[in-house]
């Protein structure tokens, strides 16, 4: 059976038409997936190796919009790989100064409320508008084997193929509200290739978004009517931290929903603080499958952004965040330091099954690991 994929009406004809589907041959040997199972290559089967770039090639092409080079140096920042770290920073040090020239979006919402299609949708018409757009779209990684679908890609059909839009799936490898801990890096990569619009898609399983509310400008929560909000603990939560909330579906049946559960959000709105400093924080209706309603949220943002630049929110957020980065990576190594310091690695066990047996208190469990750490 042939699955078919038709155009909304409101897409351009000309969108992708400077492509064509192709299906390319896989690559022998390697993991498929599964643990503990790993396909051999053929025998005297010559696997190329793609050239190591230097800094300069990596910045050089940057710089220019290279695609490949593009991938290539966020693959490069994303590597846990210590031979990398130096590298990756290097050419992050030198791309800094052509960053920080875009608006930053993030997105949120529960699975099933549109996400990947409302992206879509916003995309393109961000692109014919003139932008330039990068989506970072981070799938969940599982708990299990680590793997990651990263299917965004597949769903975002017409926009991968514009060559004004920049698609990168990347794993969430367990972080706490579905951002990958290179996020921020990679941000700056797509800033300094030249593209304007940052659109960052989260997991959205309902844990704490603050992860991403911390390295982007305006913050988008997705609802749906209908659909039992009302009973989910998170919604109070996720929506101190937006700036818009819009209620996606608004088509067909569901539109008198959706202008009802606008009203009742709008409602609750008045009763919480603003998550921007100056900014009222307003719920909008859009379909994103129609394409009503989109163009309408891009000038919420817009607004936004001019709003909160004149009133020099804009600029204090984006230092604020700065110090929060520099914060986190200070955690991020303290953390590593600890677990794999060998002192602490040689008691561990045994003070992990006191505390399994009830011999020993989690506090003076933990004060025994630091004491070990730090006097060692």
């Avoid at 490069?76 to 875009?102: C, K, W």
């Avoid at 989109?294 to 009133?311: H, L, N, Y």
Wanted: with cysteine.
């Amino acid at each position: 059976m042939t699955r078919k994929h038709h155009k909304p009406d409101w897409v351009p004809e000309n969108a992708g038409a400077e492509f064509t589907t192709s299906v390319m041959s896989g690559v022998d040997g390697g993991h498929d997936g599964l643990p503990g199972q790993t396909r051999k290559a053929p025998p005297h089967t010559h696997i190329p190796r793609r050239r190591r770039l230097t800094v300069d090639e990596y910045v050089a092409g940057v710089l220019s919009g290279d695609r490949n080079v593009m991938a290539q140096a966020i693959t490069l920042i994303e590597s846990n790989a210590a031979a990398h770290f130096d590298m990756a920073q290097e050419v992050l040090r030198q791309l800094i100064p052509s960053t920080g020239n875009s608006i930053r979006v993030g997105i949120t919402g529960v699975p099933g409320v549109g996400k990947s299609t409302f992206i879509e949708a916003l995309g393109l018409h961000l692109c014919e508008q003139g932008h330039k757009v990068a989506v970072l779209a981070v799938d969940p990684s599982s708990t299990v084997t680590r793997g990651s679908i990263l299917g965004d890609k597949t769903r975002m059909e017409l926009l991968s193929r514009d060559l004004r839009a920049f698609i990168r799936p990347s794993p969430s490898a367990g972080t706490l509200g579905g951002v990958a801990r290179k996020s921020r890096e990679t941000i700056l990569i797509c800033e300094a290739a030249g593209f304007d619009v940052i659109l960052v898609e989260t997991v959205g399983v309902g844990q704490s978004e603050t992860t991403v509310r911390s390295m982007v400008d305006f913050f988008l929560l997705l609802m749906l009517a209908g659909a039992g909000d009302e009973l989910q603990g998170i919604k109070k939560g996720i929506m101190e931290l937006a700036d818009a909330l819009l209620v996606n579906k608004a088509d067909g049946d569901n539109k008198v929903r959706a202008n009802a559960a606008r009203a009742d959000y709008n409602r609750a709105l008045h009763y919480l603080a603003p998550a921007t400093e100056g900014w009222r924080t307003k719920a909008y209706t859009c379909s994103a499958v129609s394409g009503d309603g989109i163009g309408a949220i891009w000038q919420v943002i817009k607004e936004f952004r001019q709003q909160i630049t004149a009133s020099g929110v804009f600029a204090k957020r984006r230092q604020r965040q700065t110090l929060d980065w520099v914060y986190s990576m200070v955690e991020e190594h303290l953390r590593t330091s600890f677990f794999n310091h060998s002192g602490v690695g040689n008691i561990r066990a045994a003070v992990e099954q006191a505390v399994i047996e009830g011999h020993l208190p989690p506090t003076v469990a933990a004060q025994q690991l630091i004491h070990q750490y730090e006097n060692y």
